[in-house]
């Protein structure tokens, strides 16, 4: 196997050729902010996050989709990749509901735990607010896309992992959101409910239909009759 050796942040690196510049970070236990890249399944420098320097190239370049060379110096953790990376979370922040007190994935979210890392206080950057529709019509999987951040982690799952391929970028520019296509509802495609585009989802874009309220009707209702599931009773000796 063809091999090269890099340095990155000063550090020598020795990794098969082919393999990305974050990659060869990761294996040297060198971290380096992501949020579209998921590990054999979506590398396509979507988000910007992973921005680095490489000596010689032209601007920062994102390391998720950037080979190493022989003899390549990397820097990941200069103060104008850090400022770059903080610009880029705040970009795609002007842009996303401010709902983290009653979103689901608060406190498990990769976007606002970025945000923290990266000491995000304010958004410099105002503008337009997308204003989608969300689409509840399916039995178990919700879809908010203005929380969307186009990652596209979602559309890879599902067509190249699942093979289900119901999930895909629609429209253009501003406009453009992952859905399926011909903007029909997931219970209006072939979606097999199987849930690994919430799993793999950084932010709350998609989730778990929350039944919770409905059998709280259904329980609190005497005309729908309610098998409640108790466990046995434990006899104490
Ligand atoms: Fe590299 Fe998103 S992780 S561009």
Same mark, same amino acid.
């Given at each position: ?19 990305? $510049? ?9 971290? @380096? ?29 994102? /390391? ?9 110096? $990397?820097?990941? =953790? ?12 705040? &970009?795609?922040? /002007? ?8 979103? +689901?994935?608060?406190? +498990?979210?990769?976007?606002?735990? &970025?945000?923290?890392?990266?000491? @995000?206080?304010? @958004? ?13 019509? /399916?039995? /178990? ?15 890879? $799952?599902? =067509?190249?992992?699942?093979? $289900?391929?119901?999930?895909? &970028? #629609? ?27 919430? +799993? ?11 039944? #919770? ?6 329980? =609190? ?8 599931q108790t466990a046995p009773a434990v006899r104490v000796a």
């Amino acid at each position: 196997m063809e091999m090269v050796t890099l340095t990155i942040d000063g550090q020598v690196v020795r990794v098969p050729a082919g393999t990305t $510049v974050l990659e060869a970070a990761q294996q040297a236990g060198i971290d @380096i902010p992501t949020l579209c890249y998921l590990k054999e399944i979506n590398k396509i420098g979507a988000c910007r996050v992973c921005l680095v320097e490489i000596k010689g190239a032209r601007g920062l370049q994102a /390391s998720c989709v950037y080979p190493v060379a022989e003899g390549m110096e $990397v820097k990941t =953790n200069t103060p104008s990749i850090r400022e770059a990376r903080k610009a880029v979370v705040e &970009l795609i922040l /002007s842009n996303h509901p401010m709902e983290c007190l009653t979103c +689901n994935r608060s406190t +498990n979210c990769e976007l606002q735990a &970025l945000a923290k890392k990266l000491g @995000i206080k304010d @958004i410099r950057f105002t503008g337009a607010n997308t204003a989608f529709e969300p689409d509840l019509s /399916s039995p /178990s999987i919700e879809r908010i896309p203005d929380k969307c951040i186009l990652c596209r982690r979602c559309v890879a $799952v599902c =067509n190249q992992v699942q093979g $289900v391929g119901v999930l895909g &970028l #629609t429209e253009r520019g501003f406009e453009s959101l992952v859905a399926p296509p011909f903007h029909r509802t997931l219970n209006e495609v072939n979606c097999t409910f199987c849930g690994q585009c919430i +799993n793999v989802c950084p932010v709350g874009a998609l989730r778990e239909k929350d039944h #919770t309220q409905r059998v709280w009707e259904a329980l =609190n209702d005497p005309d729908k009759h309610v098998i409640v599931q108790t466990a046995p009773a434990v006899r104490v000796a």
